[in-house]
């Protein structure tokens, strides 16, 4: 005799449909399985509710989304994440009262500290399993006795629990919601993270949270699933509607004998979820599972995303939204990136590989040509400092067009389309900024999307290298 498991992503429905969640073929399928759990960690809320302190959008789904989870077929749900405790213990209650009247199990929050880390155990054909539900490092998280939420995957409890159970049990399913969103590219602390688990005892890792589909390897005796990706989550503008509206599910059968396992491709469209086993699930699927085999390509794809996020995203936020006026630092912002994990671990790989980079622009600040930024007062002093050191100059642009066209110095001001063309021309270029702190910030988003990586220093790093070169030149004489 044997038993099947059904593992799917995120559901999160905000709109009213007048037909099936899934096509019949779908149905069909999970109809076959004798558990089968989503995750599901989005209250059920009604907008008068007001939401806890935190940074970060709140997140609702419409009353009817319970519903139809249960004509679905699902029957266990994932709670642990992010937006569970949106708008409190409060918001929570109704969600898993609505589930519990409808008959859904489900795990991984709670009142209680450690409620909220005990595992769902399930015995089917004499086999038994325990169900886990644990998040990252969120607003709304249980890291601690007397703190309620949603269960914290790093937390020692959580290794007790495992421990505890692993030879009162057949198979124990972990299933975290971390990770960072919108990338094939799991972050090498995760993936550590859920070896950890293995080795502690746990079998199957199935993660949630980053949205889009990341690749599934084995793991000694384990299945490390990195993310799922979106089931059926209904979305406005979604960085990529196509991206974001796949997802794979992951049969399990297991019997006496050992288990099985087959990866299902879904896509989301217009309100109905079908199985679509296409060239660009298989291409970015492949890609996805490539990326945990090679170590090179790996790496060169984890430094890309972290420089890619680090420009776009978290270079802009820090120097923002860190300090509001008069000096106050903003505590949940500080929060929000430097407590939940995956923000920590991107900035921290992004930072470190920055540090490399500008020890090399400094050890070679007098071989470089520069392109300024800035021809306000800032960039007027860099260019007269730059001459009487005998630094090229390949140009000088500002944001500012109606400045295009004027001089600092001999230097005819360019708009910033033909100051990208300069730097496509000279590849060894690097970018000055004269420009304070924001402004710094805004030229490198600019440089990232326009030009990828380009290094860039400020103009009083500038001057600072330049010191201290002619100082230790005047000390070896």
């Not at 492949?286 to 972290?306: I, M, Q, R, T």
Request: include cysteine.
């Amino acid at each position: 005799m044997s038993f099947k498991v059904l593992v799917i992503g995120d559901i999160c429905i905000k709109k009213e449909y007048d037909h099936n969640l899934v096509e019949d073929e779908v149905l069909k399928m999970i109809k076959e399985h004798d558990i089968v759990s989503c995750d599901f960690g989005i209250t059920i809320c009604s907008s008068a509710k007001e939401g806890v302190i935190k940074v970060g959008p709140y997140e609702s789904q419409i009353d009817g989304s319970v519903m139809r989870c249960k004509e679905l077929g699902v029957n266990l749900v994932r709670l642990a994440g992010n937006h569970i405790m949106d708008y409190g213990l409060e918001g929570a209650q109704e969600l898993t009262d609505k589930l519990d009247a409808l008959d859904i199990g489900w795990i991984g929050v709670s009142s209680d500290y450690q409620e909220a880390y005990q595992p769902a155990i399930v015995c089917v054909d004499n086999i038994k399993l325990a169900f886990f539900s644990v998040g990252q490092m969120e607003f709304g998280c249980s890291y601690e006795k007397g703190v309620s939420g949603f269960a914290w995957i790093n937390s020692h409890e959580l290794e007790k629990e495992i421990q505890k159970i692993r030879d009162e049990v057949d198979y124990i399913f972990v299933f975290p919601h971390a990770g960072v969103e919108s990338t094939p590219v799991p972050m090498p602390e995760w993936r550590n993270r859920y070896y950890s688990l293995i080795d502690l005892g746990a079998d199957f890792i199935m993660a949630t949270h980053p949205h889009i589909i990341q690749g599934v390897e084995r793991y000694g005796r384990g299945v490390i699933a990195y993310s799922l990706g979106n089931f059926a989550y209904d979305y406005e503008n979604p960085d990529d509607i196509d991206d974001w509206n796949r997802s794979i599910g992951i049969s399990f059968e297991i019997s006496s004998d050992g288990y099985s396992y087959e990866i299902i491709p879904f896509q989301y469209d217009n309100g109905t979820v079908k199985i679509v086993n296409d060239n660009v699930f298989r291409e970015k699927f492949e890609f996805a599972n490539k990326l945990l085999l090679n170590n090179d390509l790996y790496h060169n794809e984890l430094d890309k995303v972290c420089e890619e996020f680090w420009y776009k995203y978290y270079s802009g936020y820090y120097a923002i939204n860190t300090v509001k006026s008069g000096g106050i630092i903003n505590s949940a912002f500080l929060f929000h990136n430097i407590g939940i994990e995956s923000h920590d671990y991107i900035c921290r790989r992004a930072l470190r590989n920055r540090m490399y980079s500008e020890t090399d622009c400094k050890n070679n600040v007098l071989e470089e040509v520069y392109l300024l930024w800035g021809a306000g007062k800032i960039g007027h002093a860099a260019v007269k400092y730059c001459r009487s050191k005998n630094v090229k100059i390949i140009g000088i642009t500002d944001r500012n067009e109606a400045l295009s066209g004027e001089f600092v110095e001999e230097y005819k001001i360019i708009n910033v389309e033909d100051a990208i063309h300069k730097l496509e021309e000279y590849p060894e270029a690097v970018v000055m900024a004269c420009a304070g702190i924001y402004l710094m910030s805004e030229i490198k988003c600019v440089l990232f999307d326009k030009v990828g990586s380009r290094r860039c220093i400020s103009y009083e790093d500038f001057r600072t290298i330049i010191f201290i070169e002619e100082l230790l030149e005047e000390l070896k004489k």
